[in-house]
Structure formats: structure tokens, C-alpha cells
């Protein structure tokens, strides 16, 4: 038997290439190694708040570590409730703008705004934050006439433009890839463009725009500076809509204003990293829901198309 | 003689109409926060404001020391994240199998983006300042960044060493050449622009980071340079948190001006990067 080595087929001495294999493979295994590090350091980092806090403080609505009161609840609600805010201002901006872009603008508009929307998607949030201070949270304080513009709204407003990019970006793909045809047959059976937009395009389109949506939302729930510098920062638990107009304080802001202060392994810095573990869980679910929405469309335009 | 536009026609204006109002509603105050920055902020930039060290806690003077501290970590985080991400990109574009542990690795880069900023940087805090003991470091800042960074590289990565034809590597193999030769000779040149641009937004992205070095390496004022991977350091985005929140009686002229610089440093990124694909799409003959 002649093997490939002896005929010269591979002039490369084998070993060389098996050990770049080898890495190339245990790069392809990091992202693996490092969620699973992630979590595992979350969870061992957290568990002791269970154990030194217990269940019954940790789920109450007063969050005042100076007197070890670690209620999480007004956090969860913070987080909540600028995050469904920035969703009412990302679903509607966002898609209208990703059908906009993809299925009315000219060519000529599309490519210029799309790096545009993008541009929003690059913006530091801090500079965000830093904006919505100076700018956003005065008018809406003399607009609205609320105590302090710094508020669970200015939160929502901006964390709805952060999501924006991310809903725009990953819909108008969507809108994209429905094939021409489907406008067209649309178009011959003498619907207008508008009814084509809402009875054929968005709806062929539909698990994308979920997609981008969730996308969307699990951006808006994790982030971190922008609502730190204008939400006011107080733990209050929000209990209607009306505490929209009041300060807040978000998961992640909590974790990046008071972990700078806190004493390794003390009781309160396990309880950041159980808040921490809890942010990690929500990432978890949302955008694993998500990418199984794409996946279920790959496979049923598979079906269609084989 | 004028024509009667039915009602459904009606609705459709109305409707087009309202969307071009969101689309613009969604643009103008992206250009607006622009504008704004680079107006208020430019009267700021001197070569004082950019070369010289912060005074007078920090209301005087320039930002030398955010600058370079945040070059460094993006550098940093180039030096980890570039190999890995394109390792794990060609892993996943040519060897791996349809399988259950490609897929699970699929799942764990769709999570590794989703992660929380503050959540990168109780982790970096956790394993790479503390359990490793780098201290508050570039180094752990530049570690931390770099695993927050490493899905968006994977991605783009891998979409562009897909989109090289799958003839090239068929002629390539069928010429003699074995498996590595035909992805370093053939296929990552051919794709190279493509991972230029995904490297450059990745980069960007650390770049512009804040909560993941507010405890793993950024310093509150540090009026000198590092000299070690293993100094803590200022660094522009945390910098222009620190002025707009914690200093009080902070010139606004510095503010903005630190603004418009780290801004400038961000989007000259996005810049290159879209020149490059750009260029590339013009350019390709496939």
C-alpha cells in the first residue's frame, strides 16, 4: 500500500500540521471553556450570599447593604421596568425604521442611513450616559416637570436608542431575505405596497424580527453605564407606571457602583455576584430563546426550499 | 384633472409617511449627539489638552494618561483576542463536523455575546484580579476585554472565511496541499478584509467599555504613564465617567473634550473598518 506521504502528496512533515490542528481545535473549544468558567466563578463566587443572607432577605424590597438589608427585588424592578420602557421606544423605532430602510427608502437613502444607525450601535455608552446627563434629563425635568430628570424614563429613552441598532441591524436583514417574489405575487394580486408590507413581508420575516427584538431587549437589560448615570440610582421598588418618572436603579448599576466599595468576600460582594449570576442567567435565557428562533427558520426555509 | 386616491391608497401614504417620521425620529439624534459633541468638544482639543498630564484634580490640563490607557488595552486585548477568535473562526469555518459539540459551541459564542458588560467585569475581577492575583492591571483589564470581545471576531471571522468559495480550497487540495497549507495560503488571504473588519469592530467595542475595567484596571487618577503590563491605568471611558459623575465643579469644556476624543478614537475604528469592507466588496472577483 502506498500511503499519501510517499508519493509526495503532502510535503509538510505531519506532525507540524497536526499540532496546529490541535490548537485550532482548542481555540474552537474556548468559547465552551469560557462560559463554563464564567458561570462556574459566578456561582462559587455567589453562593455564600445564600447561605449568610438568606432567602427571605434577599427577596425582600429594601436594598440597604450599610445595614445588611440585600433585598434584590427593587433592583429586578428597576431592571424591568426601564427595560420594558426602552422596549415600547426600540420595537416600534426600530422596526418601523428596518421596514422603512428595506421595503420604501431609495437606494440612494438606504446605504447612506444604514452606517448611520450603525454609527448608534458604535456610540461608548458612557458618552450615552454622559449625553442623556447634560441633555435628556434636564428637559425632561422642566418638561415633565418631575423633581430630578434623572429617571427611570431618561433610562428607558436611552437604552430604547441603544437597542435600536441591534433591532434595525437584524430586521431589515430579515426584510431582506424575503424573496422578491412574495412582494411581487402580492403586488399582481393587486394588493398596495403598505398591505404587501403587513400581510406578506413582515409576516415571512417574522421569527427575524422576533429575533432582533430579543436581541434587542437582552442588550437593553445588560447594559450598564448609561442607566448608571442617569436613572438616579434609587433602590426603590417600582410598583406601576407612574414610577417611570421616578429614579431607579438597575441590576447592572448596582454592581458597577458598589463593587469598587465593598471588601473581598465579604457578605455584600457575594451578593453582587449573586445579582451578577442572576444577569448571567437572563443573558442565558433570552438569547438562547432567540438563536432557536433563527435556527427553527433555517430549517423551515430549508423544508420550503429542498 | 385630478386623481381620486382610494382609501386604501390613503392608508398607504399615511402609513409610508409615519415610517419615514420614525426612521428620521431614530437618525436625527444620532447625528445630533454627533454634532453636538464635536461642537461643544473641539474648543477643548489643544495639544496641551492632548499630550500634557490632568492638574488640578483633573480640571486643568490634558488627558495623556486615558489616552495611552486605553491604546494599551486595546492593544492588550488585540494580543488575546485576535489569535483566539480567528482560531476558534477557522475551527468552526473548516474543520468542525455537524455535530452536537459544534452546535454547543455555537450556543456558548451566542451566550458569550449576550453577557452583561458588568457581568465581564465581575468575572475578570474574580478570576484574573484576584484568583490569579494580576492585581487591578492592564493586564486583567486587557484579559477581561478580550473574552468580551472574542464572539464579535469569532463571528464576522467565520462569516468571511465561509465566504470564500468553496472551489478555491477543492483546486488548492486537489494541487497537493494539505488541509493547513490551503487555509493559510488560500483562504485566510482571500478572507482577510473581511476579518480586518470584524477585528476592527471588536476592537472598537473594548474600546468604548466601561463597566468591565471599572474593576479590573482603570484607575481614578493617575498622573503618570504605566510601565507594566501589570500597572493599573486611566483610561478614556472610564475618564469621562469619573468627570461627568464624580468630580464636582468640572470644567464642561474638559468634559466634552474628553467626550469628542474618545468618540474620535471609536469612530475613526468603525471608519477604517467600513473602508475596508468597502473596499474589499469592490475589489472581489469572486
Do not use: C
Amino acid at each position: 500500500m502506498i500511503s499519501k506521504q510517499k508519493i509526495g502528496i503532502n510535503p509538510k512533515p505531519p506532525k507540524r500540521e497536526f499540532l496546529i490542528t490541535a490548537l485550532i481545535k482548542a481555540a474552537g473549544y474556548s468559547a465552551i471553556i469560557f462560559v463554563g468558567m464564567i458561570f462556574l466563578f459566578l456561582l462559587v463566587e455567589s453562593l455564600p450570599a445564600l447561605r449568610e443572607v438568606g432567602l427571605s432577605n434577599l427577596l425582600s424590597s429594601r436594598w440597604y447593604p450599610i445595614e445588611d438589608h440585600y433585598g434584590v427585588l427593587p433592583l429586578i424592578g428597576g431592571t424591568l421596568i426601564i427595560t420594558i420602557g426602552a422596549t415600547m421606544i426600540a420595537l416600534p423605532f426600530g422596526v418601523g425604521t428596518a421596514i422603512y430602510l428595506s421595503e420604501i427608502a431609495p437606494r440612494w437613502l438606504r446605504e447612506t442611513l444604514k452606517p448611520i444607525v450603525e454609527i448608534l450601535g458604535g456610540l461608548p455608552s458612557v458618552v450615552l450616559g454622559f449625553m442623556g446627563m447634560l441633555i435628556l434629563s434636564p428637559y425632561l425635568r422642566i418638561w415633565l416637570d418631575l423633581p430630578t430628570g434623572l429617571s427611570a424614563l431618561a433610562g428607558s429613552i436611552l437604552l430604547g436608542g441603544i437597542a435600536i441598532p441591534t433591532v434595525v441591524s437584524i430586521s431589515e436583514d430579515a426584510l431582506d431575505a424575503v424573496p422578491r417574489s412574495y412582494r411581487d405575487a402580492s403586488l399582481a394580486m393587486g394588493a398596495t405596497e403598505w398591505q404587501t408590507i403587513w400581510r406578506v413581508t413582515l409576516p415571512a420575516a417574522r421569527s427575524g424580527v422576533l429575533t432582533a427584538v430579543m436581541l434587542g431587549i437582552g442588550r437593553a437589560i445588560g447594559e450598564t453605564m448609561t442607566v448608571m448615570m442617569v436613572t438616579g440610582n434609587a433602590p426603590i421598588l417600582p410598583t406601576g407606571i407612574k414610577d417611570l418618572f421616578s429614579p431607579v436603579r438597575t441590576m447592572t448599576a448596582t454592581i458597577a457602583a458598589e463593587m469598587g466599595e465593598v471588601a473581598n468576600s465579604s457578605t455584600h460582594y457575594h451578593v453582587l455576584f449573586l445579582i451578577g449570576i442572576i444577569l448571567f442567567l437572563i443573558s442565558l435565557v433570552v438569547n438562547v430563546t432567540a438563536s432557536a428562533v433563527v435556527f427553527r427558520q433555517k430549517k423551515s426555509q430549508e423544508r420550503i426550499l429542498s | 384633472m385630478t386623481m381620486k386616491l382610494s382609501a386604501r391608497q390613503y392608508k398607504q401614504r399615511l402609513g409610508f409617511s409615519l415610517l419615514t417620521l420614525m426612521t428620521f425620529l431614530t437618525i436625527i439624534p444620532i447625528m445630533g449627539v454627533v454634532i453636538y459633541i464635536i461642537y461643544l468638544g473641539l474648543p477643548a482639543i489643544n495639544l496641551e489638552f492632548l499630550t500634557g498630564f490632568p492638574r488640578e484634580g483633573m480640571r486643568e490640563g490634558g488627558i495623556l494618561p486615558a489616552i495611552i490607557g486605553t491604546f494599551y488595552l486595546t492593544l492588550g486585548t488585540a494580543i488575546f483576542a485576535v489569535p483566539l477568535g480567528i482560531g476558534s473562526a477557522i475551527y468552526l469555518s473548516e474543520y468542525a463536523p455537524d455535530n452536537k459539540a459544534t452546535q454547543l459551541i455555537r450556543i456558548a459564542i451566542i451566550n458569550l455575546a449576550g453577557i452583561p458588560s458588568v457581568v465581564y467585569g465581575l468575572f475578570g475581577l474574580g478570576l484574573f484580579v484576584l484568583f490569579l492575583g494580576f492585581g487591578t492591571s492592564i493586564l486583567a483589564g486587557s484579559l477581561t476585554l478580550s473574552i468580551m470581545t472574542l464572539p464579535v471576531i469569532i463571528s464576522t471571522t467565520e462569516e468571511a472565511l465561509r465566504a470564500v468559495p468553496q472551489s478555491f480550497r477543492t483546486v488548492s487540495m486537489s494541487l497537493g496541499a494539505t488541509k493547513w497549507q490551503t487555509i493559510r495560503r488560500i483562504v485566510l488571504p482571500q478572507a482577510l478584509p473581511g476579518i480586518l473588519t470584524g477585528v476592527i469592530l471588536g476592537l472598537e467595542r473594548a474600546a468604548g467599555e466601561t463597566a468591565p475595567i471599572l474593576f479590573t484596571v482603570a484607575a481614578f487618577f493617575l498622573p503618570r504613564l504605566p510601565n507594566s503590563p501589570l500597572d493599573a491605568t486611566m483610561a478614556l471611558p472610564y475618564h469621562l465617567y469619573v468627570i461627568s459623575t464624580q468630580v464636582p465643579g468640572m470644567p464642561i469644556k474638559i468634559q466634552y473634550g474628553t467626550a469628542l476624543v474618545l468618540l474620535a478614537f471609536v469612530l475613526s475604528m468603525n471608519l477604517v473598518a467600513t473602508a475596508i469592507r468597502s473596499r474589499a466588496r469592490a475589489r472581489r472577483q469572486w
